[in-house]
């Protein structure tokens, strides 16, 4: 079958039996500060679990786009990809676990064509402590499903990934196991979950691709959660009903809820029989046009190609999801993915540039799906080559330094922080290349030589010291100075009126936040570019003064959020344009800058508006 395929008839089935279809949310959640990206279906929709009714129905399905961050370091198996597609169905107090459990078995068995036989099912053990029961009556369901279909369905307590590699199956088909396989919340097992957050058992199903795949490297004997790659889930159904109090106890919801997860791509996989992923219609493709640009088949190098198609695959959904490469947040997950596919590309000399027609490939799998990515497509691309132009400056110093000190030592927090800085190496990139070489990373030390360098970001933009850079490099002390131009430039065009409320100032971009009380015209835009390019190839020198702090008035010298400087005042001076307060550091001539460009305009408050900058 194919992907589109698979998704259409799980739809469609669903639809048939009283539920909405309602579309996929965006990659980025909203209200909803658990995680950088919508990791699940139920993620946008956890508040009608809670009681809140949802305007289509208690019934609802969609296919919805995922994103893990924790399994980028998994990529290179079978099984696991970074993005995904996650059909969902929901019950909101309608429902519960004898429909749902006999739906989605009906779903499989004759929609999807999967025999019963290769079907095996997990559900959960029970918390004593929580004093949440053991799931009887999910073990109930899935025995007679079985036996009407005249398969034994015997239940073996496994509990775990270690105690199932030593005991193994023992000719059963239901198998029980703990928390962390077999119950669901935001936050992971019920000790973990903090107050007023609804969880419940789950019970999973996994396909069987067959007993000679199981590796003894992963266990004596193999079971539904080894990670040999025999078995994959296809499914999960979470039967939320309990709720955390503020005491730590557990207490039932108003209403029993259904919250289902199954993977488009897994589904898809054992559809076909095949249980590598990878080789599903909508990835192949992928995995073909990296053969074609490499020269390199993907039975030689599944991990690079592995690696290289996910992540490319991640990266075109992220920023047509308004996402760009930056080194916090959502922003530091595209450039950690994309980076990481320039190592594993240079494994496969692929060459510089090809990347996005990598993605161009993806986006032709999707966009009937999902339009935004043609919309996007450009944006896409360029964000991709950008990136890559970006890191390859210093990739190659960079491997040269790590050679240097994996020749004499483990790499030590330090070693790992001035990769990060200086190079641009993600601290996981790093962690990596030292396991290559059998080598260690501290990491503990890397985290506090980073929180440090943050501790003195933040005291530095605190003290209005740099103006909002976060450090001092070239291309900061670059964007500082054209920022002192763009503030002068803003009221020149729109008045004298506009202040500086705010600006965060990295290597990258530069980021200015004025009051206006209204969107900005193309012709505003235009003319304040034009303005600071002007002064910009008019070669203006940039001098520092210090004036008596009474000067400031007479002078009417601009100064960042009229802060108390002191008896005595720096100021600096791009010529008679602009002069403003400012502690430095700042370039010696304008015309060091290059080309300026604003990216965006937008609202950050009201009354007050942003831009975003580059100079080219």
Known sequence: MKTDEVRNKYLRFFEKRGH??????SLIPKNDTTTLFTSSGMQPLLSYFLGKKHISGTRLANSQKCFRAEDIEEIGDNRHTTFFEMLG?????????????????????????????????TVFVGDKKNKI???????????????????????????????????????????YYNAKYNWWSRAGAPDKMPSDEPGGADSEVFYDFGEDIHNKKFGEHCHPNCKCGRFIEIG???????????????????MKNVDFGGGLERITAASNSDNDIFNIDTISFVIKKIEEISGRMYADNKKEFRIIAD?????????????????TGQGYILRRLIRRVIRFSDKLDILHGHLSDISKTVINQY??????????????????????????????????EFEKISKRRNISGNDAFILFTTYGFPIEMTIELAEEKGLSVDKNEFNKKMKEHRELSRIGAEQKFKGGLIDTG????????????????????????????GSNITSERLRLDFSWGEKMTDEQKQNTEDLVNEKIKSAIDVKKEEIPAKEVARQNIGGEFEDKYGDIIT??????????????????????????????????????????????
């Open 133 to 175: 029961p053991r799931d009887i009556e999910s073990v109930k369901i899935w025995k007679n499903i079985f036996e009407n279909n005249k398969i034994k369905a015997e239940d073996i307590e496994i509990l775990d990934e270690e105690n199932g590699g030593k005991i193994g199956m023992r000719g059963g088909r239901i198998f």
């Open 474 to 501: 070239e291309m900061s002390v670059k964007y500082h100075t054209a920022t002192h131009l763009l503030l002068r430039a803003l009221k020149d065009v729109l008045g004298e009126s506009v202040r500086q409320k």
């Open 367 to 400: 966009n009937k799906i999902y339009s935004e990515l043609n919309e996007n497509k450009e944006k896409i691309t360029e964000e991709i080559n950008k990136e890559e132009r970006r890191f390859r400056k210093t990739l190659e110093k960079g491997l040269i």
């Open 236 to 254: 999960n159904s979470v039967f939320i009903e309990y709720i955390k109090q503020k005491d730590g106890s557990f207490s039932r919801l108003p």
């Open 571 to 616: 100021v600096y001076k791009i010529g008679n344009y602009s002069i403003e307060l400012c502690g430095g550091p700042h370039i010696k001539n304008t015309a060091e800058l290059g080309h300026f460009k604003i990216k965006k305009e937008e609202s950050v408050s009201s009354g007050i508006r942003r831009i975003k900058a580059v100079l080219e």
């Open 89 to 121: 169905n929901w019950s909101f107090g309608d429902y519960f676990k004898k429909e749902q459990i006999e739906q989605f078995f009906k779903f499989l068995t004759t929609e999807i064509k999967l025999e019963p036989k290769k079907l095996y099912i």
């Open 311 to 327: 992540h490319i695959r991640a990266s075109v959904f992220i920023i047509a999801s308004g996402i760009m490469s930056s080194n």
């Open 20 to 25: 909405s279809i309602i579309k996929s949310a």
